[in-house]
């Protein structure tokens, strides 16, 4: 599987964003995509993940209420809508799609088996 990110860019704080991860040559038995994100000097956190089938989420407790994750299977793509947005959620922002065959949603980097290039969220005060 290919992703491809987008959406990002330069807000203020307070603002919005929504990005998008589409999935080319998605596996039938691929069942969730994570977000994560990595600003300068740290590690690669967890943000959200959803489930394709189900819908289910998952939130980091930073960013439960602001961000919400959504899928649209009929075009393969995957929705990160980002509001209220602070300076500390600056950061590259990755998609990733889970190993095959792995149900439910993941917190753990090591269950995500394909990654995007990322795109840069930069959030002024």
Known sequence: VHLAESGGGLVQAGGSLRLS????????????????????GMEREFVAAINWVSGTTTYHDSVKGRFTAQSDNSKN???????SLKP????????????????????????YASWGQGTQVTVSS
Do not use: H
């Not at 991860?21 to 300068?40: H, K, L, N, V």
């Open 21 to 40: 991860c589409t999935a080319e040559g998605r596996e039938s038995d691929s069942y969730s995509i994570g977000w994560f994100r990595q600003a300068p």
């Open 77 to 83: 793509t995957v929705y990160l809508q980002m509001n």
């Open 88 to 111: 500390e959620d600056t950061a590259i922002y990755y998609c990733a799609s889970a190993q095959r065959r792995l149900l439910g949603v993941w917190t753990d980097r090591s269950k």
